[in-house]
């Protein structure tokens, strides 16, 4: 695969205070390891991709909203999503797992993160161990307690909703089984 003429080599890249709006033309740079992007007005993650050497990504202080359309980048080591306007349903982190060689991560500031405080923490935990820091925090192994006692929490609460539901399927209310799913989803 051939990158954009003049980029095959690029390996560091700031655009600091740019007034960017978007990640056009932010892909197929091979090379590129770091991409500083911080401060500027990107809404979405979703047109970057096609860098397989990035290792720290830097889009701190922007206007990202949504973590659905984070892109799949192998190499990455160092994500910073802070001071963003990122609102998570639930609180729940998705696609964290991609990166599988993550390990800091920086959400500070966003609405979501602002919201449940510490427990961002277990929150990263359960969808990526490897990372090792969160914001200036390195994890612990209380960090890590606290995740897996999180975990069977969520578990036995799975466990005993499906229960509740059997047993209310098994009496023949099936309309109230399809309406606490329904709630479930929203």
Known sequence: ??????????????????KLTNLLGFGNMFALQELLLNENEITSLSQLGNLPALKKLDLNANKITRLEDLPHLPALESLDLGANLIEVPNGDIPNLALYKNLKFLNMAGNP???????????????????????????????DHAAAKE?????????????????????????????????????
């Open 1 to 18: 695969m051939d990158g954009f003429l003049g980029h095959e080599n690029l390996a560091y890249l700031e655009l600091k205070k740019n």
């Open 112 to 142: 979501f993160a602002d919201a449940i405080g510490d427990k961002i923490k277990i929150e990263v935990i359960l969808m990526n161990k490897k990372i090792k820091f969160v914001g200036e925090e390195e994890l612990n192994e209380d």
């Open 150 to 186: 999180e975990m069977k929490e969520r578990f036995k609460a799975a466990v005993e909703a499906e229960r509740l539901a059997a047993e209310k399927l098994a009496r023949g209310e099936v309309d109230q089984v399809n309406a606490d799913l329904s709630e479930d989803q929203e």
